[in-house]
């Protein structure tokens, strides 16, 4: 299978004025040299709290910010570079479903409307663009008849439909998915999820998924990827996640993300003390130590890389061998 984005050690640092007279300048390392691929038809689930960096990445992705260091790749190409024609045709292999579908549809066009924007964008051809409609609607889940309605008259899982179909309409290769059932109803995040899993199918699109919540990301993805503060802590199957997570920050997360029993509850102690996290004044070595039960001198003193283990299972922890 062949890669469709590279996302090689990219870094973004934003700046921000902080002090009384806005004059002393803070770095956030929001991303702080992160690599991965996703092939064609799979999906990579992307896992993290809430400032983790999870939608900076996103954005940087899908070219809306550029990296302060290092770059993407979409099919061996260098989206950051690609100029005129060949950086439309970048753009029209990758599409992206945010979490909050009526802020991301215009509240004044109708749903065929919506549809055709990007047709129109991409210069599709005028005949073409209802038979495309009607068919990328079906595909969806969607009778005809909402294509003339506005956004606030559809339900949230009819808006987050809307969504998918505008996504797929110009039949991209690659989706970047931020929190796309974060603010559905617990029945209709399954049918997404049911429908993104049908269009993947259907279409051999790949996926970058992104949640904080990891039951979501787990139904979904072939491998999972665990960030922290700007940094990956684990990347592997699914399975080797679940039943084989050597970092001790995806180990609290599975902890704390599984339903246990009341005998079980107790087991939650092994979840994280400590301050929260914070992306200002980050720690000299892993970006876990101050929370972290296992940590040792080495820890504090420096940055684990992230290293192969095992075939496929990455782990940034320098006592991945022992835990
Ligand atoms: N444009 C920006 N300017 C300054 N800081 C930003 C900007 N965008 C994001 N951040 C900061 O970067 C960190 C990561 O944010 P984000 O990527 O939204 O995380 P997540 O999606 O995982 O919740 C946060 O601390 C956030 O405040
Ligand atoms: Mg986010």
Same mark, same amino acid.
């Given at each position: 299978?062949?890669?469709?984005v ?15 007279? /806005? ?15 996703i092939?064609? !038809? #799979?999906? *990579? ?14 954005? &940087? ?7 302060t ?7 061996n190409?260098?989206?950051?570079? $690609? ?7 970048? =753009?029209?292999?990758? !599409?992206?479903?945010f ?9 004044r ?13 991409n210069?599709?051809n005028?005949?073409?663009?209802d ?11 969607l ?13 949230? !899982? ?8 505008? $996504? ?17 109803d ?14 993947? #199918? ?14 979501v990301?787990?139904?979904i993805?072939?491998?999972i990827a665990? &960030?922290?503060?700007?940094?990956? &802590? ?13 970092h ?6 599975? *902890?704390s ?5 009341? =005998? ?12 929260? %996290?914070?992306?200002?004044?980050? %720690? ?6 101050? /929370?972290c039960p296992?940590?040792?001198?080495v820890?504090? #003193? ?8 095992l %075939? ?5 922890c ?6």
């Amino acid at each position: 299978m062949s890669t469709i984005v590279k996302v090689d050690r990219v870094k973004k640092y934003f700046e921000i004025n902080k002090g009384i007279f /806005r004059k002393r300048v803070t770095q956030i390392k929001a991303v702080d040299g992160i690599s991965f691929s996703i092939k064609k !038809g #799979e999906t *990579l689930g992307l896992v993290g709290e809430s400032g983790s960096g999870k939608t900076t990445l996103a954005r &940087m992705i899908l070219g809306l910010i550029k990296p302060t260091e290092n770059t993407i790749y979409l099919d061996n190409k260098d989206i950051f570079e $690609a100029l005129g024609k060949e950086r439309k045709e970048i =753009r029209k292999k990758m !599409g992206i479903i945010f979490q909050d579908p009526l802020a991301s549809l215009n509240p004044r066009a109708t749903i065929k409307e919506s549809l055709k924007r990007p047709m129109l964008v991409n210069g599709i051809n005028k005949k073409d663009m209802d038979e495309i409609i009607k068919d990328t609607i079906s595909k969806v889940n969607l009778r005809e008849e909402l294509l003339d309605r506005y956004p606030h008259q559809l339900s949230g !899982g009819q808006q987050q439909r809307v969504s998918v179909a505008r $996504a797929i309409v110009l039949r991209p290769e690659f989706l970047v998915l931020d929190e796309p059932t974060s603010a559905l109803d617990v029945s209709v995040q399954a049918q997404i999820l049911n429908l993104l899993l049908d269009l993947q #199918e259907q279409y051999n699109l790949a996926y970058l998924f992104i949640s904080h919540d990891l039951n979501v990301v787990r139904f979904i993805s072939d491998r999972i990827a665990v &960030m922290y503060l700007g940094k990956l &802590m684990e990347v592997a199957s699914g399975e080797e996640i679940f039943n084989n997570a050597k970092h001790p920050y995806t180990q609290g997360l599975i *902890l704390s993300s599984a339903v246990l029993s009341p =005998r079980d509850r107790d087991r939650k102690k092994i979840s994280f003390a400590g301050d929260p %996290p914070s992306l200002i004044k980050l %720690p000299k070595g892993c970006r876990l130590s101050p /929370r972290c039960p296992y940590k040792k001198e080495v820890c504090v #003193e420096k940055i684990p890389e992230l290293r192969e283990i095992l %075939p496929g299972h990455f782990v940034a922890c320098h006592r991945a061998e022992e835990l």
